[in-house]
């Protein structure tokens, strides 16, 4: 029993570590393609590595109460959460990390506690920018988490179970088989809700830069800002594997995960700079508006 | 036994002696007055006796003839009984009246002659002789009232008498033609020939009859001569006109019924019941108290007589069967009650309703007055409530079911105008014009007292006698007789009392009402510990709480749905009380009232038709295979009002949050479970075969999530701390009816879950709620901020809540969503597990909302000194905050208990593997989720702590603001208005549609009755007219 807890926990180190350094890459990479397609030369591929350095190097003497020094914690603590509830490649023992103890459900609900948390302490900072922004998140937050629960009740009808490993499961043996082909309808309307959910440009409002900069973060220096950015990496990680095992049939070892949820990345990045950002409202209309149209008509054909 | 002809000798006697030796007798009259009428109050009671044995019904015949020639006088049990309690009401009239007659000869002689007349009306068996008494009476009653000669009583009693002049010539042809038709005047030869009265003659006589004996009785629409004399003359007088004079010619019509052809029978009875409905709905439009008394007065002899013409013309009856039960209460209840009112009226100085705001100042005036109209109101434990309950049934037996809906319909209007008027007394502007006298105090004492005997007789005579029915009453007033005990021993001995009940009640219950028990009693009890927390005696609040939890003890032990109701309309009338001590204006606690009672309505509808159908009140069946629909949709549409649901919620914000803080709680977590416990029970009780399969629990489901859905967008926008958490109380309570509605294991399970899962997060956030505002006396968010430097206890307490009301892992709301999430898709219903999503975001939206207004952000200036909450609030906060870590780190010991006591109901789909929860979709396991969760937040958190040195926490205001220097935590805080993006997105949604309608009823209600009543024009003429429109009226509608 004990050695079995043993290996389990070494093994997330592992799933964590793995994905965390992948995941710092990524955003380096992606900061690189967006300043090209900006026309500019961009910082190096390992430039999140040296911020988190910098930002860790650096002292951390003040707070603005308990609560905004929980927030950082809080907010990793959900994106650490958040990937160790998925299983991140389907039959390795070593990236199962803690999938038994929950289903699609209580990954979705995960979601939410770094947020809560980290909007708690971004709150007791007391900075204006940061509650506006926070209200900003939440109010979109609610309107893309509907054509995305549309989505996952799709596929819940479609597999008849709410287990991410049996939903990639499902989804083995050829590609046809993956979700993108069999519940088209549910995979675009989750596609656009995580456009919302990595928050690039059109829905950018809640760090909207230029505007309320940066929103949340605002008063998070040095140390708290360093674990608030290894979670932008391992939380998007998250996301994106999630949306590897449900909708592109998962991975079965690590080069295909990186394809994978590499490709995935690539829209919202694409339409990141693409597009202009939303006011909160219009953001709010939009994901109301045809992706859950989508979402509905997904759950409508599948029901069928 | 007295021969009752000794009434007609010593009464007139008497009044002779007093008006010719009235010189002589001096003090001796008063002596004669009282002698005599004790007289006459003593004759019926030894027949009545003898007659309840079984004796038989007694005739008299005068001057030694028999019937057609000699006048007969016939006592039997209802003549006994009535002339009783009229009699008896003469009393105690008389009594009251001792100071209106002083200096007068008149007034006492008029009386004894009008009391006289009474008696003969009510035994008299001959047609000729029944005018003769009906014209002594009105002569009488005429002098009475015009006895003070204002020009005011003159004129009312002139219309009287133009009124009762054109009765008495329509009786007196009417009676003709019957004497030739049928060659007697005895009734009930009359009745025997009674095919003999045919042809033009017979029907025009049986018109002309019966349109003088509606005249008499004061029917709509020939009666704005009785509204007159109502608001004119003295208030003793009116009362003896409302009990007395009524109920005798309402007794004179009862022994004519059977003279009335089938058809005429059915106008009569259209009459009577249209009378009830729309002097009630005008009643809403009135402002004098004397007049609405009148109002309500002639509205209650129009059921009587709607009542005895529906439910005797069909079935002859005799004896003391129920049908006599209800009349004979009904007109006691409203005889007593009536009176009551009317001489309190004359204590009062002004004629507003809101003079007699005055009675705040004499608690116990004020306690009879309250009685008084529960009673009328048909409220339990007064007789009219027992009257109502076996109305419901005798009407639907009969299959009358139009008719009860018209006179539910006129039940609720009167509660409406008694209860508004209720409201305004107790809240309005204290007057001071009041006259005290003993001699007027006595009667109305009295007639309180026996009201509340009659009530135990009939409870002992319709559904048997059960102590437990009584005990909540009972130790409630004898907490309330300990007035001078301080309010923190109440709360103590209030606490005490609970648990001992628990304790007492725990072993008789079994599964679900167990489950249920705990949430009623303990956890209620728990709740009360922030009671303690307030100084004073606070007078009602804990008899209050007491009625209300005893009682729900009381509807879990329930055998028939006589007994459910009964403890419902308890509970329902005690949380009026308790909200209306708390609020500022009455109209909060009013809406409450008007839509519990309206939902009590429909639920005695349902169940009345169960009756009709199986032909029992036994709570183990409700209804048969082809009135389910029907019942079902009279039950759930009354508990869904208790619950909130969308569409009749607009009771709930108010209520919930213009209440007593430490009542908050109570009311949002704990009563509105009783709603629960309606639906769960009617969804039990209706039958598997049916309830699980009906179309109708997918409207049930779609009502839940629809008001899951609008009371998270509802709280969102509010500003108000207590409204939001009020909003979301409806919200949340959606989401178990959307889980009872599925009608599976796993919905069942959930819903429960759900259920203790809100009762504990709820009792902690408005527990929370009580202690900020009592510290910052403001319940505006906006105006709060930064309050977790001052308050980090209730800071905890919010925040552990709002985790478990968000759903978010690891706390117990995640178990209610997985439950609930996993029950919808194996039931398949997916677009209310996406709405029900979607509310559930939209949770957090509020949830931040209010953690951050009240404690984050920047803190204001002239809250610094602000300390933490009362430790009373804080207690029953940390026992709750408790029992959610435990079942969040073992849900098992929660759900296990649950999921068992649902088993026995519906086959269990749910499955354990040590600790984790299988479902046929899906796994959750708490315990490791916790243990998880735990892990990743300490590591982060150990590594910061290690990282940082000498942690030094900087001043308000010191953040990074584009170079500018915030000074002001007023313009700083983001608080106000906080989510103005979501009100442009999604605003339209919270239109207050439901408001506006309702508004729009009520309005039309008024209007229609304004309308209504402009026919009362205050002419004599008019009033002549409207008799004879009413005459030809009934002409052609008796199609002859």
């Known amino acids: ?304 | 036994m007295v021969e009752p002809i000794y009434l007609f000798i010593i009464l007139p006697v008497a009044a002779f002696l007093m008006g010719s030796l009235h010189q002589h007798l001096n003090r001796w009259q008063v002596f004669i007055f009282f002698t005599v009428l004790l007289f006459s109050f003593y004759l019926p009671i030894p027949w009545l006796i003898h007659l309840l044995k079984g004796g038989s019904t007694a005739q008299v015949f005068t001057a030694g003839f028999l019937p057609p020639i000699s006048i007969n006088l016939q006592i039997g049990i209802e003549e006994a009984f009535l002339m009783t309690i009229i009699n008896l009401l003469g009393i105690m009239g008389a009594f009251y009246l001792l100071h209106h007659f002083r200096g007068t000869v008149y007034g006492p002689i008029l009386y004894l002659v009008f009391i006289m007349g009474l008696n003969g009306i009510i035994m008299t068996r001959d047609l000729f002789n029944l005018f003769v008494f009906m014209e002594i009476t009105s002569i009488s009653l005429y002098s009475l009232i015009t006895l003070s000669g204002s020009s005011e009583n003159l004129t009312a009693g002139f219309k009287y008498i133009i009124a009762s002049g054109i009765a008495s010539i329509l009786f007196l042809i009417g009676t003709i033609y019957l004497y030739y038709l049928t060659g007697t005047l005895n009734i009930d030869v009359m009745i025997a020939s009674g095919y003999k009265i045919v042809g033009p003659a017979g029907s025009i006589a049986l018109i002309m009859l019966l349109s003088a004996i509606i005249v008499e009785l004061k029917q709509f629409p020939v009666n704005g001569w009785a509204l007159d004399i109502y608001t004119a003359s003295d208030p003793g007088i009116a009362a003896i006109i409302a009990g007395g004079s009524s109920s005798a010619m309402f007794f004179a019509a009862y022994k004519l019924l059977p003279l009335w052809s089938p058809s005429l029978s059915s106008i009569i009875a259209g009459i009577g019941i249209m009378t009830y409905v729309l002097m009630n709905l005008m009643g809403l439009k009135q402002v004098k108290a004397n007049r609405l008394l009148g109002y309500s007065s002639i509205a209650q002899i129009g059921l009587l007589v709607g009542l005895s013409a529906l439910l005797l013309h069909s079935t002859p009856v005799t004896g003391l069967t129920t049908i006599w039960i209800i009349l004979g209460g009904l007109l006691i209840n409203h005889l007593l009650a009536k009176a009551g009112l009317f001489w309190i009226s004359g204590l009062i100085k002004g004629e507003s309703l809101s003079s007699w705001s005055v009675l705040r100042k004499y608690p116990s005036l004020l306690f009879i007055f309250a009685c008084l109209l529960m009673a009328l109101a048909g409220l339990p434990p007064f007789p009219g409530f027992w009257v109502k309950w076996n109305i419901a049934m005798q009407l639907a037996q009969h299959k009358q079911f139009l008719w009860l809906g018209f006179i539910m319909l006129g039940t609720l209007l009167e509660a409406v105008y008694f209860f508004r008027w209720f409201g305004l007394i107790m809240k309005s502007e204290l007057t001071t014009g009041i006259r005290v006298r003993i001699s007027s105090l006595l009667p109305i004492f009295t007639g309180t007292f026996l009201m509340f005997f009659i009530s135990l007789t009939m409870m002992n005579l319709l559904s048997g006698f059960n102590f437990n029915m009584l005990l909540p009453i009972l130790i409630a007033t004898l907490i309330f007789a300990l007035k001078l005990i301080p309010g923190k021993l109440k709360a103590l001995m209030t606490i005490f009392i609970i648990m001992f009940y628990f304790y007492f009640l725990l072993p008789e219950l079994s599964g679900l009402y167990r489950l249920f028990a705990i949430i009623f009693f303990p956890l209620s009890a728990l709740f009360m510990i922030a009671a303690m927390n307030k100084p004073g005696y606070r007078n009602g609040y804990f008899e209050l709480l007491i009625l209300i939890v005893l009682s729900l003890g009381n509807l879990l032990t329930s055998h028939t749905s006589l007994q459910f109701f009964y403890s419902w309309e308890v509970i329902t009338v005690a949380t009026y009380l308790i909200i209306l001590r708390g609020v500022k204006r009455f109209d909060t606690a009013l809406l409450y009232l008007v839509f519990s009672l309206a939902g009590a309505l429909m639920i005695l509808a349902g169940f009345s038709y169960s009756y009709a159908v199986t032909g029992s009140t036994f709570l183990g069946i409700l209804g048969s295979s082809n009135s389910q629909i029907t019942i079902y949709i009279l039950l759930v549409g009354g508990f869904l009002i208790k619950t909130g649901a969308v569409g009749v919620h607009i009771w709930l914000p108010g209520a919930y949050a213009e209440t007593e803080d430490d009542f908050s709680p109570i009311i949002s977590a704990i009563l509105s479970k009783t709603g629960i416990l309606g639906l769960l029970l009617v969804l039990l009780l209706m039958g598997k075969s049916f309830a699980a399969n009906t179309e109708l629990n997918t409207i049930l489901g779609w009502i839940g999530v629809l008001t899951a859905f609008l009371g998270a967008l509802f709280a969102i926008f509010q500003e108000d701390l207590k409204y939001m958490l009020a909003y979301s109380s409806m919200g949340q309570v959606g989401y178990i009816v959307l889980a009872l509605a599925l009608y599976s294991h796993l919905g069942w399970t959930a819903a429960l879950y759900l259920a203790f899962n809100h009762i504990f997060f709820k009792g902690i956030l408005f527990l929370a709620a009580a202690g900020i505002i009592q510290r910052l006396g403001t319940r505006k968010m906006y105006e709060m901020g930064g309050l977790i430097n001052r308050m980090p206890l209730s800071f905890l307490a919010v925040l552990i809540s709002i985790i478990a009301l968000s759903g978010v892992p690891p706390l117990s709301g995640f178990g209610s969503k997985w439950l609930l999430y996993n029950a919808l898709l194996e039931k398949e219903w997916y677009l209310q597990a996406a709405l029900a999503f979607f509310a559930s975001t939209v949770a957090f939206l509020y949830c931040f909302r209010l953690i951050h207004s009240i404690f984050l952000g920047q803190e204001k200036t002239r809250f610094r000194q602000v300390k933490e909450a009362s430790l009373w609030f804080l207690i029953p906060q940390y026992v709750l905050i408790a029992l959610i870590m435990l079942i969040s780190l073992f849900p098992n010991i929660i759900i296990e208990p649950i999921a068992q006591v649902m088993a026995d109901f519906i086959p269990a789909t749910l499955s354990w593997e040590g600790n984790t929860l299988m479902s046929s979709l899906g796994y959750w396991n708490g315990n490791v989720i916790m243990i998880i969760t735990m892990g990743v937040f300490m590591i982060p958190l150990i590594g910061l702590l290690l990282r940082v040195r000498s942690m030094q926490k900087v001043k308000q205001f010191n953040i990074v603001y584009a170079a500018e220097r915030p000074d002001k935590p007023e313009t700083t805080h983001v608080a106000h208005n906080f989510f103005p993006h979501y009100q442009k997105a999604l605003g339209f949604l919270v239109t207050p549609l439901v408001s506006k309608f309702w508004a729009a009823v009520s309005e039309w209600c008024h209007t229609i009755a304004g309308v209504l009543r402009n026919i009362y024009t205050g002419n004599g003429q008019t009033y002549a007219l409207h008799i004879v429109f009413m005459v030809v009226l009934i002409y052609i509608l008796a199609g002859v």
């Open chain 1, 1 to 304: 029993m004990l050695q079995e807890t043993v290996t389990i926990i070494a093994y997330a180190f592992i799933s964590l570590l793995v994905i965390t350094i992948y995941g710092l890459t990524l955003n380096g990479l992606v900061m690189k393609i967006v300043a090209r397609v900006h026309g500019r030369f961009g910082p190096p591929l390992w430039q999140p590595f040296i911020d988190i350095i910098k930002n860790n190097a650096k002292r951390t003497m003040i707070y603005h109460g308990t609560m905004f020094f929980l927030g950082p914690v809080f907010r990793i603590a959900g994106g650490i959460g958040t990937y160790l509830f998925i299983p991140a490649i389907h039959g390795s023992e070593v990236f199962a990390n803690f999938s038994f103890s929950g289903d699609l459900l209580l990954v979705m609900y995960f979601f939410f506690f770094g947020q809560l948390g980290m909007a708690l302490g971004a709150g007791e900072s007391g900075h204006p920018y940061s509650a506006i922004a926070v209200s900003r998140g939440l109010a979109q937050m609610t309107a893309f988490e509907v054509p995305f629960a549309l989505s996952v009740i799709s596929l819940a009808i479609q597999y008849q179970t709410l287990s991410i490993t049996g939903i990639v499961s499902a989804q083995q043996g050829g590609i046809l088989h993956w979700t993108v082909f069999t519940n088209p309808l549910a995979t675009v309307a989750a596609l656009i809700a995580l456009l919302g959910m990595n928050m690039h440009s059109p829905f950018d409002i809640v760090l909207a830069p230029q505007e309320i900069p940066i929103g949340p973060p605002t008063e998070f220096h040095s140390a708290y800002l360093g674990l608030l950015q290894t979670n932008r990496a391992i939380f998007n990680l998250a996301k994106l594997v999630l949306f590897m095992n449900l909708y592109f049939g998962g991975a079965t070892n690590i080069l295909i995960l990186i394809i994978k949820t590499f490709s995935i990345y690539m829209l919202s990045v694409i339409v990141g700079v693409s597009f202009p950002r939303f006011r909160t409202e219009q953001s709010i209309r939009f994901f109301l508006g045809i992706p859950t149209i989508l979402g509905i008509l997904a759950v409508i054909f599948q029901k069928l």
